[in-house]
């Protein structure tokens, strides 16, 4: 998705026209041109970094172990309750794996998906700055019912009405964690 081909700028299109928040369009932009901070990107730069997963210490801790073959990832995917098993494909980035759920997957189902991610990424981060153990394993069905109230509350703008109490991305989806 890197480059400016046509189907590129559709795929680039559909992911800006997601009904999700901002915030969470920026991340999943951050993953598909692999800009973000995983041990792996880090060793790039750095010599002192270890590129070993935080989570579970083992493997390299690139974007796809992150986000699909990390224990973690696979705990928070399971209590999703989305449906997961072609996520196991063979995938060279999670840019490839994205590129494959745009092209396969309709908008709601998308825009869950990414927030999934942002709750592992959440989870992630909680782990290895805050060094909290367990508590990831609601955060994927957190995740989905997150992104439905977003919807809800944008819906209802969109019909004319008043916003209620819109949920800060920033507390959700591992609100609670390590509780």
């Given at each position: ?87 196991k ?39 290895r ?14 995740a ?36």
């Open positions: 998705m890197g480059e400016s081909s046509s189907r590129d700028q559709s795929c680039w299109k559909r992911l800006w026209g997601l009904k999700i928040p901002p915030r969470i369009k920026m991340f999943l932009w951050r993953i598909c041109v692999d800009s973000l901070p995983t041990n792996l990107n880090l060793s790039r730069r750095l010599s002192s970094i270890d590129y070993r997963c935080d989570a579970c210490g083992d493997l390299v801790e690139s974007d796809i172990h992150i986000f699909v073959y990390c224990p973690m990832a696979e705990e928070i995917w399971l209590r999703s309750g989305m449906e997961v098993l072609y996520l494909g063979d995938y060279s980035s999670m840019a490839h794996l994205v590129e494959v759920l745009m092209g396969s997957s309709e908008d709601d189902r998308l825009g869950n998906y990414a927030v999934v991610l942002w709750a592992i990424w959440n989870c992630r981060n909680k782990q700055y805050d060094r909290l153990e367990g508590g990831w394993q609601s955060a994927g069905l957190r989905v019912q997150f992104v439905d109230e977003f919807r809800g509350v944008v819906l209802h703008e969109e019909g004319g009405g008043q916003a209620g109490n819109l949920v800060q991305v920033g507390n959700l989806p591992c609100q609670g964690y390590g509780s």
